[in-house]
């Protein structure tokens, strides 16, 4: 149980184009999803967090005009990365939180690596 | 500020014991986990510590001094699969994790 999928695995666009990535629980209902991004050979950095049917919060140093994050059930929040940039390229990974669980039990998808053009 | 520390890399031998090193100065302490990252994977749950001392899980065991600051993971017999990174993370609020940059394990036969 508790797996959360991501859509799509990889992305190449090109520079100024937007990118939508979708990240699903396919087996619980998630109250809070987190969206990550991580640079090569560095850790997950957190971007936001969101829950279900509110507005995300956004980490400081997080453009949230650029990163727009949509949570709007309780299986599916969607990142969409806004007229992108080569520097946008990196894996970005969500992670899902249901009711159930201990504190800070999050579910992470399998990532999604966009590179830009 | 936060602050988490680990070694980048370490090289072990299959078979052997290797002990991942990790402290933390976080602004908030509600648990400390280990996670399994492979190349371009998603990070996988390995432990999860909130009190202080050893927790064991199979091949692999994780400990947790709070005072100090300071955890370890412990991975025994090793196997070539185990070849992965090693993330620390501090749960800093209700649902906050903050990760270190995580340790790269080599296993050579």
């Not at chain 1, 508790?2 to 990240?23: D, L, Y």
């Not at chain 2, 899980?57 to 370890?72: E, T």
């Not at chain 2, 412990?74 to 620390?88: F, G, N, P, T, V």
Request: aromatic share 12%; with cysteine.
């Amino acid at each position: 149980g508790a797996v959360v999928s991501q859509h799509p695995s990889r992305v190449i666009c090109k520079s100024g184009t937007s990118v939508k990535i979708e990240c699903r629980s396919l087996d619980f209902q998630a109250t809070t999803m987190f969206w990550y991004r991580q640079f090569p050979k560095k850790s997950l950095m957190l971007m936001a967090t969101s829950n279900e049917g509110s507005k995300a919060t956004y980490e400081q140093g997080v453009e949230k005009d650029k990163f727009l994050i949509n949570h709007a059930s309780l299986t599916l929040s969607t990142l969409t990365v806004t007229s992108a940039h080569p520097e946008d390229s990196s894996f970005y990974i969500c992670s899902a939180k249901g009711l159930a669980g201990g504190p800070g039990t999050q579910y992470f998808g399998p990532g999604t690596r966009l590179t830009v053009l | 500020g936060q602050n988490i520390d680990q070694p980048t890399e370490m090289t072990a031998t299959e078979g052997a014991i290797v002990q991942i090193n990790c402290t933390y100065q976080t602004s908030g302490f509600n648990g400390l986990f280990w996670y399994q990252q492979h190349a371009g994977e998603a990070p996988t749950f390995l432990s999860y510590n909130v009190l202080d001392g050893l927790e064991e899980k199979g091949r692999f065991s994780s400990f947790l001094s709070r005072s100090k600051g300071y955890s370890y993971l412990l991975l025994k017999e090793l196997q070539m699969k185990d070849s992965a990174s090693y993330l620390c993370a501090v749960l800093t609020g209700a649902n906050n994790l903050f990760f270190g940059t995580g340790t790269r394990l080599t296993v050579i036969p």
